[in-house]
């Protein structure tokens, strides 16, 4: 790291300009990069996405998607199960087709099911192609059957799809007021850490750091398909860890210089420590984010290769570009400043005190806590959330009701779609339609249900697929079909969350394994440690256990989910965020553990006991720590405030992960652990430190001594 620092200053100059090129082609570029993004969330070579691909080949239709469900009520005193109303119905809906619509209706079934108890109201069950190219075919759809209604009819648009676009009537800002929310948030709290104008240089190395990854995936979007959402992914973890870095770097300076250093010296001092804790935590970032890449969905692959170049183009910046600005710009910056940091924090130093001496009851005190917060995970169900809590108001909730008042259930929003043979599509509809949990089974003799010898089974489950009891019957559809010569496949919203389900989570125990390894021998090479290690791992797992359990107790079960954002129990986790939530926690929440631990070892290496070391480590990052997970709360804060129920089921459980993490375990269960114990915490017996390459860490005798009452800058003890 020396070497290095000693090199960018002494091309400065070229540096600078590197960097520059670097943002402004990132700026330049950024429209061009999402525009190549894709919004493809399929699993290819999974049954269900099989069946779906070879359904699309012949019927070109997405029936792996959630359908459109068009909802048309006739005026007071007609009925659409009357001869007229069932031919007006059947008129208006074939409008539709078109523009490239495939239909179930009470028309072409026949079905009463299909028509509501008072007999006003009927829904058609209308197969689109792919609404991610075509994202106007609906709303195109809607107004051709509005057209050919007759007169008086009212027509209405509802859906899984739409009702997770809705409004909901509960407000949500927009991607830009949620950014400008999260910006306006860090600098509050980078003003309040630095009291000077030197609080801009984390922001700038931020927007550096983002526009710089932004290119990189520029050039990945040439080899594979990136998905749209890692453009978020981007911003959020490059807002966080850039962040983070340069805190921990900036801070580092400002004590050396306060404490005599000259402003090259400094640098050169804050760089050889806070420089190799910010490259070991970009690391342990990154690995647990590539963890995504072992995934069998594109979208999630995605995801790990943008998660995992975020932070490690935040360290580049941060080794490279952040010591040239401080060199140059640093003093200028820093001149007129409200806080001075010649001493440790005396509120730090006192809390380190106080869980140091009373270390018992207070690693009791907060193992409880985050057990009684991590309790409702027990009872973690994974799926797509129930429409009840994807809008409370809006036209698609409104049409939605229609349906569901007039005695039809919700579970029709998610249908599963059965390839089948044409000369036995209705022996196929007559016996899944009595399989438990199934309301109706229907095979349309249309021309847009059949095609070269094979026939569209429609199966309307009563309970939404996301429900534990509509994820039951989809189980028993398919095993119903299983073995049955005339079912070609199947296929929807409900077989391909299965299938997704049994083949992410399924690798999930071996992602696991992989990353806590990883990071294991990581944190054992860079600490000399044995035990530090161990623990670090074990804290992130209780950390995620926290998260998990928040997500479960608020919005699968409703606990505040109301009163917060308006909606109510979502009965069920997307199943791909638990994964998102513990790719990013994981590794995010270790940035904390290694500020700590680095200030920590630290302090141990220059002659203090273990006491005296966390005392001295904890009073001189507390507040970083502190500061650092404020701003990513913010910022999910902010997050939380979008419109989509996913959305803030995700800001939900990775900003609860990370203020749990930077109070309860970094700030409390950390020097507590590390005190309790004692010299064994830098344990490295000989034989692993020649594996790991590291010279050996024997663990010295101390002698009691009274701890520090506050911790001068710059200085180990």
């Keep these: 790291m020396s070497r290095l620092t000693s090199f960018v200053l002494r091309h400065r100059l070229a540096v600078a300009l590197i960097w520059l090129a670097v943002a402004l082609a990132g700026a330049l570029t950024a429209g061009t990069t999402t525009g190549r993004m894709t919004q493809d969330f399929t699993q290819p070579g999974s049954p269900a996405q099989t069946t779906a691909e070879r359904i699309a080949a012949a019927y070109h239709v997405d029936a792996g998607a959630p359908p459109v469900v068009l909802v048309l009520t006739l005026p007071a005193g007609q009925r659409v199960d009357s001869p007229a109303g069932r031919a007006a119905a059947g008129r208006a809906f074939a409008a539709a087709r078109p523009v490239g619509a495939r239909l179930v209706d009470y028309a072409g079934t026949g079905d009463r099911r299909f028509v509501t108890a008072d007999g006003r109201s ?15 075919l609906p709303a195109a759809a809607e107004a051709a059957v509005r057209s050919a209604a007759p007169a008086g009819a009212t027509v209405t648009l509802t859906g899984i799809t739409a009702l997770s676009d809705s409004d909901g009537g509960t407000g949500g800002n927009g991607v830009l007021v949620e950014t400008l929310i999260g910006g306006i948030g860090a600098l509050v709290v980078l003003a309040f850490v630095f009291g000077s104008l030197v609080a801009v240089l984390p922001l700038v190395m931020a927007g550096v750091a983002i526009l710089g990854t932004f290119l990189l995936v520029l050039g990945v979007t040439e080899v594979t398909d990136v998905n749209f959402v890692a453009q978020f992914i981007i911003g959020l973890i490059g807002l966080g860890v850039a962040i983070d870095y340069s805190l921990l770097v900036v801070t580092r300076w400002r004590e050396e210089r ?30 647990g984010l590539v963890a995504l890449v072992g995934l069998p969905m594109p979208a999630m692959r995605s995801f790990g290769y943008a998660g995992a170049l975020i932070p490690l183009v935040s360290v580049a910046a941060a080794v490279t570009l952040l010591p040239v600005l401080l060199d140059a710009l640093g003093p200028a910056l820093d001149r007129f400043r409200l806080r001075s940091d010649d001493t440790a924090s005396r509120g730090w130093t006192g809390w380190a005190r106080a869980v140091v001496r009373w270390r018992w009851p207070a690693a009791l005190a907060g193992l409880a806590f985050l057990a009684v917060l991590a309790a409702p995970m027990t009872h973690l169900r994974m799926g797509d959330p129930q429409t009840a809590s994807l809008a409370r108001s809006g036209p698609a909730y409104e049409a939605l009701r229609t349906v569901t008042d007039g005695g039809v259930p919700s579970g029709v929003v998610s249908p599963v779609v059965v390839l089948a043979r044409a000369d036995a599509a209705a022996h196929v509809a007559s016996r899944l339609g009595a399989v438990p949990g199934v309301f109706a089974a229907v095979a349309p003799d249309a021309p847009d249900q059949r095609h070269d010898g094979t026939a569209l089974v429609t ?18 559809i398919r095993a119903a079909a299983t073995g049955d010569p005339a079912v070609l496949g199947v296929t929807g919203e409900g077989p391909e969350q299965a299938d997704f389900r049994e083949a992410t989570w399924g690798r999930f125990p071996l992602m696991l394994g992989v990353v806590c390894l990883l990071t294991f021998v990581l944190l054992a090479r860079s600490f000399r440690s044995l035990v530090l290690p161990l623990k670090a791992v074990a804290l992130n797992l209780v950390s995620l256990g926290a998260a998990y359990g928040a997500l479960t107790f608020v919005w699968q079960d409703g606990h505040g989910s109301h009163a917060l954002w308006g909606s109510p129990a979502a009965g069920a986790i997307p199943t791909w965020l638990p994964l998102m939530v513990f790719a990013f926690l994981f590794g995010l929440s270790m940035d904390y553990e290694v500020f700590l631990l680095a200030r920590m070892r630290e302090a141990y290496d220059a002659g203090e006991d273990t006491d005296a070391a966390v005392v001295t480590g904890l009073s001189r990052t507390g507040r970083l720590v502190s500061c650092a997970a404020l701003i990513l709360v913010l910022a999910f804060v902010a997050m939380s405030t979008a419109p989509a129920t996913q959305v803030r089921m995700l800001a939900t459980g990775m900003g609860v992960g990370i203020l749990v993490d930077a109070t309860v375990v970094r700030c409390l269960l950390v020097p507590t652990l590390v005190s309790l114990f004692g010299r064994w915490n830098w344990w490295l017996p000989a034989p692993l430190a020649r594996l790991l390459r590291v010279p050996p860490s024997p663990a010295r005798a101390e002698q009691p001594r009274d701890l520090p009452r506050l911790a001068p800058a710059g ?3």
């Design 715 to 717: 200085r180990a003890g």
């Design 459 to 476: 199966v309307l489950p009563a309970d939404e697929s996301g429900a534990a009891a509509g994820a039951r019957t989809v189980a028993r």
């Design 258 to 287: 306060t404490h005599g250093a000259a402003n090259r010296d400094a640098v050169r001092t804050a760089m050889a420590h806070a420089g190799r804790a910010v490259v070991l935590s970009g690391l342990t970032v990154a690995i």
């Design 122 to 136: 009927t829904y058609a069950i209308m197969t689109l192609p792919s609404m991610y190219a075509a994202p106007g």
